[in-house]
């Protein structure tokens, strides 16, 4: 992929970015794909009683529908404080889009904001899944996602 996707697809991308959550939290196949979408982290994401997304590299509206729990955009730095004051807190953080020719990579990683407000948070794992645009304008996995932990 050539380097983060232009300013005037940040709708789209904020869209797939959601897509690629719902998938996961609800474990459906991503368009294009017959095999519902597989993440070894996804009971440390559901666990607690809202999902926590940090805000950055989200370029637009987020918004997820249709799935059994709350989900709460929050700056990442409010993620740290919550996480300082009463205990590790899960969140998911998307990485920044990669966008080339008809294609776009969307990176989302699940992290620990640790109580010790001196360490950094500590990734547990992650799913990548790169979008491609049909002819008809819609987008779809033509791969399955690679997905990886620690």
């Known amino acids: 992929m050539s380097g983060e996707a232009a300013g005037g697809s940040r709708e789209l991308i904020t869209r797939l970015q959601s897509i690629l959550l719902r998938s996961v939290l609800r474990q459906q196949p991503l368009s294009g794909q017959t095999q519902p979408v597989w993440f070894p982290d996804l009971a440390f ?21 249709g799935i059994d729990k709350p989900v709460e955009l929050v700056p990442e730095s409010e993620i740290r404080e919550a996480a300082a004051r009463s205990g590790d807190r899960v969140y998911v953080r998307f990485q920044p889009a990669e966008e080339e020719e008809g294609q776009i990579r969307i990176v989302m990683e699940v ?4 109580t010790e407000p001196d360490l950094q ?5 992650g799913i990548r899944a790169t979008f491609t645009r049909k002819p008809d304008g819609n987008w779809e ?3 399955p996602p690679a997905v990886y932990g620690i």
């Open 45 to 65: 994401m559901t666990e607690s009683p809202s999902v926590l997304i940090s805000d950055a590299n989200i370029p637009g509206q987020f918004d997820i529908v």
């Open 141 to 143: 996995v033509t791969e």
């Open 111 to 114: 992290r620990i904001a640790p």
């Open 121 to 125: 948070p500590l990734g547990l794992g």
